[in-house]
């Protein structure tokens, strides 16, 4: 009777096992006919993160949606591996993609701990890659038994190496950082070979769930997961008790990458090589692609480009006196916390924001702002410090009942609660500071490439994101007054030819009334020739000069140099009244100093994508002889295929005037430089900007300054004024170790000696003699005579100057 008792239970039992057996494996079959093709992984591209690099190789900045640097497994350090599959998968090199032991394990510890702790899984490494590169993150049985069949898929088609290869790029460690290699910048701000035992097994410690162990908010929480993760490294046979004691005895330093420019001062030069990047090949190659990007930039030149304009722009504004502090506070009994809450800008340093204590007749106590800690948080410590009487004479009052007052006590600028910019002096003390309400830009070029070594668009980019130095158009004035007298040069006109500068009434059309310009100086100084019209920067010489080429050819030459695309052929624009950039100024500029070669200003140098191949190379010359043996044979020429935009007669020409400028001129603040230096000043009406930009023979420079609401400066606030110091400054510092080297003479060129005042031919020396640079067949007239006196251009008489050149002079007049 039992027999057929368990007889008759095994045939039930064996028929419902295959039962079941026919409705899961329809189940899992109806499942695998579903699942994503995981051959996909093979071709896998993860977002990696672009990083912009200066020319020198150190990093300017990274960008990326999802912070990750790709890394192959060969060039993971065995530490980071061992850590990670101690903590994931001690199991992961011996299992075909589900671990069963783990399962059980896990089974157990779930009924041991049901209803009284978090369920634990047993995912291997390959459900986890499953799961994060094919599925969802769906919590159902469905998705979890998609999961197992695709692992044991990927088992199948990939090596181990392939696979943790995949995981170890693409897991989540959190602050935005994914894979190691990511987040050994992220955390520790150092390369993942760099690491410790202790960081790499923090690091593993994290993949479940790091914001649980994030090293700011809960740190000893961080630390005992960290500890556990090397116990577990010591159960596998990984380290030693020694080496376990050891790590396990570190503390958790996290210092957390900065995600701006890692440069300082570079945030509006990588600002505008992240837009150029974005326009040519879009947004996610930029945020997703890898790209490595080679940047023109000179980080020293950057710094010391920074600094003096910095510098031009404080000096300029403390002129216009002192128009108050940023804000006033209560002053309580935690007067860090409450200044800590005022969002200082972040890129001037050494500026630094602090809140007056205490103030008396002598001086006034600060407290300075306390500085964030990496966790993000204030730091506990209070500084302060003094300010004096003589930090603060400078802050005449701009507005209010003592505008203008001398200051004669500290009280009479601060008080108590009062919040404002302060720097640090030698002596420990303070300098009261003011963000000025002045802007402008600065471009420094190497003329021959159009390389950008240093781009400044204002005081600062944490206060104005807008980038003068692209994106502002402004009115260069007389600095594009070299353009309209180099096609003069290009067209019958030498240095020594005479243009009268007297009144001039042109007739603007029907209805348009008469425009009669004047020079700066509203005088006028008759017979003058070329190089004292471009010297002394007069407006009427240029307009005549103009007016006899036609406007039409000066558009023409405009848009050559690259400065105007489409300039209206109208005469003011000869004075430039037409807006334009510092950038393509500068870039104008650097084809005089290179003898008339085209140049296009670039920020970037060389582009690759993540393989390494190079997409972009602003140098389009090929070297066809550059690789193979060298067997004493000549060296390989690179052809220039540039165009060229001026003769390099008139190039020579041009720079020449443009030296006695700096000599002579209107822009002789920038003879102290004592090199070579060739510039031309700039002011628009009513002073609204001041311009200089210049070139020594291997570098060029273009400033200009004015409101970003364009209003006067004042009477005087001119290019020689304001622009040419900080241009001086600068060149001072950045050619302190070069040679000074005169300018390049192309042969042929005649360089003969003349009165400059007269043009003419002189044998004697004396102030007025120079040499002045002829093209091959031309040179100075010996005498002159006066024509087209009467054009019907000329009106009001001439002054005594005028009329002694006129008396005295016998030649061709224009």
Known sequence: MMVRLFGALFTAGFVVAICVSVVVGYFLTAMAKDLPDSKVLGDYQPP??????????????????????YLPIESIPDTVIQAMISAEDKNFFSHTGLDFEGIVRAVITNFQNFGERRLVGASTITQQVAKNFLLTSDVTLERKVKEMLLAVRIEGQFSKEEILELYLNEIYLGLGSYGVAAAALVYFDKSVHELSLSEAAYFAALPKAPNNYHPFRFPERAIERRNWVLQRMHANGYIDQETLDSASAQPLEVTPRETGARIFAAEYFAEEVRRVIGERYGTDALYDGGLSVRTTLDPKLQQLARETFVSGLVEFDRKKGWRGPVQTIEIGEDWGATLGEIEALSDVDPWRLGVVLGVGEEEATVGLQPRRLPSGTLSGERETATVGLDAVKWAKWATGSQRGRAIGAVNQVLNVGDVAYFTPNDDGNLTLQQVPEIAGAMVVMDPHTGRVKALVGGFSYAESEFNRATQAQRQPGSSFKPFVYAAALDNGYTPSSVVMDAPIAISQGPGLGVWRPQNYSKKYYGPSTLRRGIENSRNVMTVRLARDMGMPLVAEYARRFGIYDDLPPMLAM???AGETTVLRMTAAYSILAN??????????DRIQDRYGRTIYRH???????????????????????RPRVLDEYTAYQMTSMLEGVVQRGTGTRVKEVGKPIAGKTGTTNDEKDAWFVGYSPDLAVGIYLGYDRPRPMGRGMTGGVLAAPIFRDFMQAALADVPAVPFRVPAGIKLVSINRKTGLSANASGNEIIL??????????????????????????LTPEADAAVITGTGGLY
């Not at 990696?48 to 640097?69: F, K, Q, S």
């Open 48 to 69: 990696v993160m672009t990083r912009i690099h200066a020319a020198d190789g150190r990093l300017v900045a990274e960008y990326a949606r999802e912070r990750r640097l």
């Open 574 to 576: 000869s004075l430039g």
């Open 595 to 604: 003898g008339g070669k085209k140049v296009h200003a670039t920020l970037i």
């Open 619 to 641: 140098d389009p010359r090929d070297c066809d002889n550059c690789s193979g043996d060298w067997a004493g044979q000549d060296e390989p020429a690179l052809v220039d295929a």
């Open 772 to 797: 002045e640079a002829f093209k091959p067949g031309t040179g100075p007239p010996d005498t002159y005579s006066i024509i087209g006196f009467q054009d019907g251009f000329i009106e009001g008489g």
